[in-house]
């Protein structure tokens, strides 16, 4: 298996613009979930699916912020309009559930957003 | 509020030597506890998951150990090696997956 796959690895680009993430999971992984990563905030949840159902999106910083799962390979995050301190390292894991319980999560390479 | 705190500062030491880690944590009761690796660029690798229920796990020349009372993990790494030079965080789950909360990392650097 490839992992979990995110595109674009990186993205410029200006205040007001609408940015959208990309994530591929790992096939026949339940959950999957979006961070964000700072060098002051460390890595925060933003949101999570399970079986693509939006579990928890406390984590979402605000409006602006939107994320869709629209099947089982495929998730999107929104921003939009995006501003500067939107700037960060987007990561998205997944995994799967088991009886026994093992939360290991696979994360993705991220994707570096810049704001300008 | 829930909190969870790493080594304050980053750690340095010389090949060969245990580092440890530290995790300890405040208005938390975790059922799993975590600990993933993160080189520059790259995203969290997990290394061992330990139960509430379990004192210590090993995996090679890991070693975690996880006290509830203290509220607390510890994590070793022996004959530590340049390669272990990383960012090690925890993340503590309540739940049998679900969301993780994770620490901010300690960054240890291993000097030949």
């Known amino acids: 298996d490839a992992g979990v796959i995110q595109s674009p690895r990186h993205e410029v680009t200006e205040m007001g613009q609408e940015v959208t993430l990309r994530c591929k999971p790992i096939s026949g992984h339940d959950y999957l979930f979006w961070y964000r990563q700072t060098m002051m905030r460390g890595l925060e949840l933003l949101i999570y699916?399970?079986?693509?159902?939006?579990?928890?999106d406390s984590g979402m910083p605000e409006d602006r912020f939107s994320a869709k799962m629209p099947n089982a390979s495929f998730s999107t995050l929104k921003i939009q309009p995006s501003e500067p301190r939107d700037s960060a390292v987007y990561f998205c894991?997944?995994?799967?559930?088991?009886?026994?319980?093992?939360?290991?999560?696979?994360f993705g390479p991220g994707t570096r957003l810049t704001v300008l | 509020s829930q909190k969870i705190e790493q080594n304050s500062e980053a750690l340095n030491i010389q090949e060969g030597k245990t580092a440890t880690l530290t995790c300890n944590y405040t208005?938390?009761?975790?059922?799993?506890l975590q600990w993933y690796r993160q080189d520059p660029g790259r995203g969290p690798v997990f290394l061992l998951l330990?139960?509430?229920?379990?004192k210590e796990k090993r995996k090679e020349r890991l070693k975690v150990t996880f006290d509830t009372t203290l509220k607390q993990s510890l994590f070793h790494i022996t004959a530590s090696q340049p390669a272990d030079s990383a960012t090690y965080l925890c993340a503590l789950d309540r739940t049998n997956a679900g969301k993780s909360t994770f620490g901010d990392g300690t960054t240890l650097t291993v000097k030949p």
């Open positions: 208005n938390y009761s975790p059922a799993y």
């Open positions: 330990i139960r509430e229920n379990e």
């Open positions: 894991a997944s995994s799967l559930s088991r009886g026994g319980g093992s939360n290991e999560q696979f």
């Open positions: 699916f399970n079986n693509n159902v939006p579990i928890d």
